[in-house]
């Protein structure tokens, strides 16, 4: 693939994510102008495991793993729970189920596991309040605050107008489901602190679901086996401490900081916003968001 043949804005990166027929989310990332560029940097892309042969069906297009067989480095934001690290336990290759194009999954040169996703393409616009963002939130010392959950960003790449943010590969935040009331509560009273946090920035998600909710959990076994020491056993979230992320900020409103507080109010729908017209918003709408009157955004708790 020649730079000219490169999508030029995020909806068309988008569509192309199994068009035309026969393609693959991953198809885009594959040109090795683009890999070559990834690996100048310290991040090796996971691969497919069609292309690492191990199977031909519709799902080995889609599952990606490590590029290497080492195991991941601890890197600060990821935990096991004990039942993976008992003697005789099998440890399962890690696994990324791409579903979307704008994003992959990769190793650094030290082994350690993150998520790179394209945020914007210079010259289109539908990417830059998503960085404009993510940058208020994950740069500087608002970074280091304790009440802020936005996924931290680890490093930002650009490529051919083609701008890329790294992340830590997390996982979904209830897989597996809440063992009792204290957890749910302690995920709610998190996520409610991540979005006041948001809120004082002067930044509105518009896209709160627990799909975009995620936590520091490395992945793999999640329940005792036969082979379990009965100490290890106990509530899954006991393992570690629980620290749930807010991800995923792309339909997110940036704020200038205006003292005029009233004129912080949008129009429309999120999707639209962000140039995915005709696509499905994924989410039930808000009342206002369909009145087609000006709304505050940070109404955004009915999502959740």
Known sequence: MTFSEWPNTLPEWRDRCFKPEGSWPYDLW??????????????????????????????????????????????????????????????????????????????????????????????????????????????????????????????????????????????????????????????????????????????AHLDLDSDNILFNFLGARTMPDGNTESDATGPFRSHFPIRYYINDFETAIFFDKDPDSASRKITGLPNVRVGRIGQYYGREYAPEMLAGDPYCPSRQMYGI
């Open 30 to 203: 594959k040109p090795e102008p683009l890999q070559s560029f990834f690996r100048e940097h310290g991040y090796h892309l996971w691969v497919t495991m069609h292309d690492r042969g191990l199977g031909d069906d519709h799902h080995h297009y889609l599952a990606l793993i490590p590029p290497n067989d080492e195991p991941r480095r601890p890197d600060g934001y990821t935990f096991v729970t004990r039942y993976q690290c008992e003697p005789g336990i099998i440890i399962h290759r890690p696994n990324f189920i791409q579903l979307r194009n704008i994003h992959c999954a990769a190793r650094t040169i030290h082994n350690q596991d993150v998520l790179i996703r394209l945020i914007s393409i210079n010259g289109d616009a539908t990417g830059d309040e998503h960085y404009k963002a993510i940058r208020r939130l994950s740069k500087g010392q608002t970074a280091y605050r304790g009440g802020n959950y936005a996924l931290p960003l680890l490093n930002e790449l650009e490529f051919n107008r083609l701008r890329f943010v790294v992340f830590p590969l997390l996982s979904i935040g209830y897989i597996p489901w809440f063992y009792n009331v204290d957890e749910i509560f302690d995920y709610l009273v998190q996520v409610f602190k991540g979005v006041k946090f948001c809120h004082d920035n002067l930044i």
